[in-house]
């Protein structure tokens, strides 16, 4: 039995309602802990005074330099003491999921386990990180629940200017649109970069996020400094049993307004079957005995659309790897930036090619850490210096996919002209 | 005296094949299509005619260990041991027998866990960690998240609208809880107050400096002390130098507000992936149930509900109808601070003679 709790009255309007409640779970750990007793009674002071009391420090484990996120109380008495003794520290301790974030329930229960034993039990599934936070932990059992929990087969996250937890979508797992095997790729990156996860030693943070297609389920685009997004070269793929099944569900209609109308680059035409082009780029499929969608492949942009209304009927194709985009980050301190298109295609089939990924990353951290500026993302440092030279940094040839445009002012010194056109013209008579 | 043996921490990241459900493993890379027999459950079928059924269920996210081992019970009971998570904290149980799914979704809904967030549903909301454990929160988004979701209880468990609706809230203007077709942010709207006693000790006056989006902070001395001063004409309040130095206190109960945003798309389909666009401001950070902006994300997704056709994600809709009626549309006002100046606003004007009437 923990100590008296305090009054609630805020925290208690957050226990009403049928979306599960964060304080009633907080509560039932109250009835054993003193430490979260005095938690609620902390963020009810936070409710009451519209303001957070939680601040920074330095606290690790032996042998990292982050992934721990230290937290101590600025509640205090007149004498300086923290007014909710109990939970005057609240560390949170970031821990790598498995890709996809998959579990079986024996690692759930021994997490619970060691979080009852040594921390708040309070455990959130997971951060916008894409770890698992083990939320609330003194100072003095942060070492103790670390131990056992890097025993279970679990390494810890990033934290501060390091590399970062990745995440991947659950892909091949229980996925048809999957283009490449997430989990492998986010396995691999994850490995090479373990010293930059654990040891800040970067100019900022950096983030990896893998998606299996174009739906982008991870935000990488918009979030990760560099995003792998699963795609395909060859013709996308077509079903013609599930093609007149979804046509024989849904009708006309939704195939007029719903798929061929919605494709953004007007590759998918409604035919009569008889008249459907058979050029090696045209893929098409049957909707009834007589009309069928052709889509041609070459002014298909692998958007998803289609696919996800048609899911089965359309496909990926087979040549199946991924577009490579960097530099997406979040408002500070320019501004969000989307990630841009850096290798529109890497095959991503076999072995070696997953090590050429992880090469082009690291060719990508060393710039980094040598170019930006403290506390700049790669998307900020490629504003600043200009694609052109991330590219000429980083061994990347340039390439026509990674502009919407060309440019559309002329300040720019172009005297190097013939010997760039010398250059690609020897490079195409030498392919 | 001999220092204790410390123990050194093994390095490597896991494979997830052993923590994979049975089928998945087995058919990993080898899935023909899915469908969704009913909101909160996805079918999915492999090409070697093996079939398997995800329940989705929303969770708190933060969770204490009686809820987890509850959860892990259940998956004990009906999906082999296995379970697994999404990006918006839904739990997710995989089945190879279809007879399990009714079963398993009332042991859900009887123990409080909502069976939904599939397909054209309003997912469970993206958001940070607030109050309870941030050092720069203005907000807590797990207690705005909460209401938040109990409002919108039957569009969780229901598949009703246009398209997907992914939501997300986050504490301060980092945005953390990343970008989504309705974003609540926390909005700050005066300067920071800086505590002059503290700055020398505790902050890297330089690194402060250099964090200003509009180079508004100086170092200067103040009352005889190193200190950083900020033109409060230049300010705009985004409260980048907070996080590395806390004395410059950015965070106000009173002037601290909620702004929304719409339109952001993280998916590629149809058009590029956006971001979400500041739709509403100055709403009171009125803890613990936030009213005013539930009522404002309700009104929005009302409207999207009703008007968008489908497939269109709010952006698509409101690219279809344009600003000015979804403004009126949603009774919200256009304000002079959503005309954008920051760098490359121009962009965001109209430089065209396409206007709707």
């Known amino acids: ?431 | 005296m001999a220092q204790p043996q410390m123990r050194k921490p093994v390095e490597y990241f896991l494979d997830n094949k052993k923590y994979l459900h049975p089928k998945l493993a087995a058919n990993y890379g080898n899935w023909k299509y899915h469908d969704r027999p009913r909101p909160g459950v996805l079918h999915h079928v492999a090409h070697s005619g093996d079939q398997v059924w995800s329940v989705r269920a929303g969770t708190q996210r933060q969770m204490d260990v009686h809820t987890i081992r509850l959860l892990c019970d259940i998956a004990d009971k009906f999906a082999e041991g296995r379970v697994r998570f999404t990006i918006r904290s839904n739990i997710e149980y995989i089945v190879s027998d279809e007879a399990k799914v009714a079963p398993l979704i009332a042991e859900l809904e009887k123990n409080g866990f909502p069976v939904g967030g599939t397909g054209n549903s309003v997912s469970m909301v993206a958001h940070t960690q607030g109050w309870l454990h941030c050092d720069i929160p203005g907000t807590d988004a797990s207690g705005v998240v909460k209401s938040m979701m109990d409002a919108l209880f039957d569009d969780f468990k229901n598949e009703e609208m246009p398209n997907r609706v992914r939501l997300s809230t986050s504490c301060c203007e980092i945005n953390c809880g990343g970008q989504a077709d309705i974003a609540v942010v926390i909005q700050h709207t005066k300067p920071p107050k800086i505590n002059h006693d503290l700055v020398a000790n505790v902050c890297e006056r330089p690194a402060v400096v250099a964090r200003c989006p509009v180079a508004a902070i100086r170092p200067a001395l103040v009352n005889g002390k190193p200190s950083l001063e900020v033109d409060e004409k230049k300010c705009i309040c985004c409260g980048a130098c907070y996080p590395p130095c806390p004395p410059m206190q950015i965070n106000d109960p009173e002037h601290s507000k909620l702004a929304i945003w719409v339109g952001g798309k993280n998916s590629n389909a149809r058009s590029k992936p956006t971001f979400h666009k500041m739709v509403a401001a100055g709403l009171p950070n009125n803890a613990p149930r936030w009213p005013e902006v539930n009522a404002i994300v309700k009104k929005i997704l009302d409207t999207y509900k009703a008007d968008a056709r489908p497939w269109e994600r709010m952006a698509d809709w409101i690219e279809r109808i344009g600003w000015p009626r979804f403004f009126e549309k949603t009774g919200l006002p256009f304000t002079k601070y959503m005309i954008d100046d920051w760098r490359g606003s121009r962009y965001n004007l109209n430089a065209s003679a396409h206007v709707r009437f």
């Open chain 1, 1 to 431: 039995m923990a100590k008296q709790p305090h009054a609630t009255p805020m925290l208690d309007e957050l226990e009403k309602g049928p979306w599960p409640s964060f304080v009633t779970g907080l509560k039932r750990l109250a009835k054993d802990k003193d430490y979260v007793v005095d938690l609620l009674g902390h963020l009810e002071h936070s409710y009451e005074t519209k303001k957070g009391y939680w601040k920074g420090g330095t606290v690790g484990v032996f042998g990292y330099g982050g992934g721990v996120i230290p937290r101590f109380t600025e509640i205090k008495d007149e004498n300086g003491e923290p007014r909710f003794k109990d939970a005057a520290e609240f560390h949170t301790i970031r821990i790598m999921p498995a890709p996809g974030m998959h579990y079986d329930t024996d690692t759930l229960r021994k997490f619970c386990d060691i979080w009852d034993k040594y921390g708040s039990g309070l455990i959130a599934l997971h951060g916008q990180s894409g770890d698992i936070m083990m939320q609330g932990c003194t100072t003095e059992n942060v070492q103790k629940a670390w131990d056992e929990i890097n025993e279970m087969g679990f390494d810890m996250g990033g934290a501060g200017p390091a590399v970062r937890t990745a995440m991947s979508c659950v892909g091949a797992a229980r996925c048809e649109q999957s283009c490449y095997d997430e989990a492998l790729a986010h396995q691999k990156i994850i490995n090479q970069f373990l010293d930059d996860i654990h040891r800040p030693a970067l100019p900022y943070k950096f983030k990896f996020k893998f998606s299996g297609c174009g739906n982008d389920c991870m935000n990488a685009i918009q979030r990760a400094d560099m995003a792998v997004i699963g795609t395909w070269r060859d013709n996308m793929s077509t079903d013609e049993a599930l093609a007149k099944q979804w046509f024989a569900k849904h009708g006309l209609n939704e195939l007029i307004n719903d798929v061929v109308s919605m494709c953004p680059t007007r590759a998918i035409q409604l035919k009569d079957t008889k008249d459907v082009r058979k050029d090696a780029h045209v893929s098409s499929v049957a909707v009834n005995d007589s009309q069928s969608l052709e889509i041609d492949n070459k002014d298909c942009v692998r958007c998803m659309h289609c696919i996800n209304v048609m899911t089965g009927a359309l496909g990926p194709g087979k040549d199946k790897g991924a577009t490579i985009l960097v530099g997406g980050h979040s408002h500070l301190k320019i501004g969000a930036t989307m990630g841009t298109v850096v290798v529109p295609f890497m095959d991503l089939k076999k072995e070696e090619d997953y090590e050429q990924m992880v090469e082009l990353a690291q060719n990508i951290i060393d710039f980094f850490a040598e170019n930006a500026l403290e506390h700049e993302r790669t998307g900020e440092m490629i504003e600043r210096i200009g694609l052109v030279n991330f590219l000429e940094g980083i061994g990347v040839e340039i390439d026509a996919n990674m502009v919407t445009n060309p440019r559309m002012n002329p300040y720019v010194r172009t005297d190097g002209w013939d010997e760039e056109v010398a250059k690609i013209n020897a490079k195409k008579a030498a392919a």
